[in-house]
């Protein structure tokens, strides 16, 4: 026998279709939530002079959470040499783009497989003040 009833079985669940799509959203949000955190790019943490020097190692992943910051903010735009220094510590260097002036270790790369490390370089000017500077992998 058919049971033909519209509010037995699976009847009520193809009445409310949008009760499948919020849970479908749902495991979305969390999945792209997640997979945030897990590959570094959240949360992001406001600059702080003090933490990022402490921080010159590739296993502490502090200057990765603050470089956003500190890049949106425009807080290098124009500082000179010495205040940039003063800010951000000594350079690391390293044998990675020399044609910069000033480049900084972040840590390992953002990312599920993270092979490489991200670093802040930066340009001085003619005039002796930033004059670009990004993000970059090695």
């Keep these: 026998m ?3 009833d519209a509010n037995s079985g699976l009847g009520w669940r193809s009445n409310q279709p949008w009760g499948c799509w919020i849970g479908l959203l749902s495991i979305v949000v969390a999945l792209v939530i997640g997979y945030g955190f897990v590959t570094g790019y959240l949360p ?5 002079s003090g933490l990022w020097r402490q921080a010159r190692t590739t296993d502490n992943q502090v200057r990765l959470r ?4 500190l890049v949106r903010s425009g807080r290098l735009d124009g500082l000179t040499r010495a205040q940039v220094v003063k800010l951000l510590g000594r350079p690391d260097g390293g044998p990675y783009f ?3 002036d ?3 270790l972040l840590g390992p790369e953002r ?3 993270g092979l490489d490390s991200e670093w802040l370089v930066l340009r001085i000017g003619s005039d002796g003040r930033v ?3 990004r993000v970059v992998r090695d």
Excluded: N
């Excluded at 992001?44 to 702080?48: A, G, N, S, T, V």
């Excluded at 603050?66 to 910051?69: A, G, K, L, N, R």
């Design 111 to 113: 990312g599920l497989i």
């Design 44 to 48: 992001i943490r406001p600059f702080d």
């Design 2 to 4: 058919i049971d033909t």
């Design 102 to 104: 000033l480049v900084y």
């Design 98 to 100: 020399r044609d910069w």
């Design 66 to 69: 603050m470089v956003e910051w």
């Design 131 to 133: 004059a670009e500077y």
